[in-house]
């Protein structure tokens, strides 16, 4: 099983042109069924849909959320449709199983005034707090992931043209840039980063105080650091920025297909989770402006 499950591991890799992030949890996935595989001496290419099942409940039973659990199956489907293609098995035994429905939790989001309370934190009066000052500024303007914003090397940012091109996989995507986000991004490029950096062939649009790329850690210890400079009780990770700019983009009238397209989300789906907070914006409006309200 080892043998196929790296053979699968190594074509979704190269025709699906998935992310990092992506191929590990294939991978974190796939292992863990192939120990259930052999702790139970199951053949995996003659595994039944109760064997898949019971694989399935015991995931259940061992505690895993029903997001793990879904995405298991998501996992698992991709490797026996795989197979099947492959003419290594007759049938995809998880074909008729259903995912668990994951219910979609609301995202939390930090009000404009609390948004703006963390980006005066930062003050661009020495290398740092500039880096920091635009990194702040940039997550909230663009809404990307983390990752997404650690992997940018200097020419993704066009400050001419005011955009920023982020590559996820295959997938790529113009971003705009605001007016304070830009200032702040300048600021930091033209007298920050060429200080900061040791290294000439440094790509990396943002760096650590060593001049090497920043990192995951280092970015939500930033976060971390100006949260609780700004009194600001909320738990702040850099993807609540991420959720409080697409949920402010909907409260003052963007529409969700450009949000979608902003965010990156290959499903609507997953960008209408904003559309609860646009009710309440439509609430507050109506109380304030209809006459019998």
Known sequence: MEKQVNNFLEFIKEDKKLSANTLQSYKRDLIQFENYVNANKLNFLKIAEDDMKKYFS????DGKKTSTISRNVASIRSFYQFLVR??????DPTDKIQSPKVEKKAPSVLSSQEVALLLEQPKDIDLKGTRDKAMLEFAYA?????????????D??????GIVICRTGARQR??????LSLKALAEYIENSRPILIKDENVKALFVNTNGKRLTRQGFWKIVKYYKEQAHITKDITPHVLRH????????????LKSIQTMLGHSDISSTQVYMQFQDESIKNIYK???PRA
Do not use: Y
């Open 58 to 61: 015991h995931l259940q039973e």
């Open 86 to 91: 492959n003419k290594k098995v007759k049938k």
């Open 142 to 154: 663009t809404g990307m992931r983390v990752t997404e914003i650690i992997s940018l090397d200097i």
């Open 156 to 161: 993704d940012v066009n400050l001419k043209e």
């Open 174 to 179: 113009n971003i705009p840039l605001g007016s």
């Open 244 to 255: 409080s700019f697409a949920t402010h983009l909907l409260q003052n009238g963007a529409d």
């Open 288 to 290: 304030h402006a209809h």
